[in-house]
């Protein structure tokens, strides 16, 4: 989990991680719904950098109890989107995972400059270092948007896909959304009762690989 035997400090610094995170990924998709042309998540407050309007009760909660959570999604119209159906909801469904990445380019900076030490375990248990927080928030970020991208519903991956394949690909993705969240709640409990983790061997190499990418 998230949280298991983490120290005071590394609690800090996730919790911090993923408020970026979360507010980073759920803003863009409002503004990237906002330029295609649908103001429905302008009109809702969503087009924002506020992390409490876009934050998910339950979501958050699961990510405590956990490790696995989520944000609260961004109402958007197809209808109104320039490019309307697939592509349009693509595009906007990619905007989440892509700021993510671009976060976590930006604020390894200091990290890669070598101006803080990429700290995951301080020594002090209680007050995290800047190094651990930013770190964690790097991490954090690659991770969510490497995990975003996955071809299952509800995730961001799932929309991208059925929005960028040929239309007949496309229409028989698009037929399995109903089955996304079990299919999805399986593979996570699969990987927790450590039978045969799927996400994990298929997400920790490219995930690393991005991390080592960003950080070098």
Do not use: C
Request: glycine share 8%; no cysteine.
């Amino acid at each position: 989990m998230l949280f298991q035997n983490a120290t005071l400090a590394q609690l800090l610094a996730s919790v911090v991680a993923l408020l970026v995170a979360f507010t980073v990924h759920e803003a863009a998709h409002a503004v990237a719904a906002f330029y295609l042309g649908d103001p429905t998540a302008k009109r809702m407050g969503r087009l924002s950098l506020n992390p409490l309007v876009h934050l998910d009760p339950l979501g958050t909660l699961m990510i405590l109890v956990s490790g696995f959570g989520w944000g609260k999604p961004v109402p958007v119209n197809p209808y109104n989107l320039r490019r309307a159906g697939r592509q349009g909801m693509g595009l906007v469904a990619l905007a989440g995972p892509l700021a993510n990445l671009l976060t976590a380019y930006a604020l390894a900076t200091p990290l890669r400059l070598g101006l803080v030490r990429p700290d995951l375990i301080a020594a002090n248990l209680i007050i995290p270092t800047p190094g651990q927080v930013l770190f964690t928030t790097v991490m954090l970020n690659v991770f969510l948007a490497v995990f975003n991208l996955l071809p299952i519903a509800p995730l961001d991956g799932f929309r991208f896909a059925v929005g960028l394949l040929p239309p007949r690909w496309g229409y028989a993705l698009a037929q399995t959304e109903r089955y996304g969240p079990l299919i999805l709640l399986f593979l996570i409990l699969l990987g927790r009762m450590g039978s045969f983790n799927l996400l994990g061997l298929t997400l920790y190499p490219l995930a690393s690989s991005l991390l080592r990418l960003i950080l070098s």
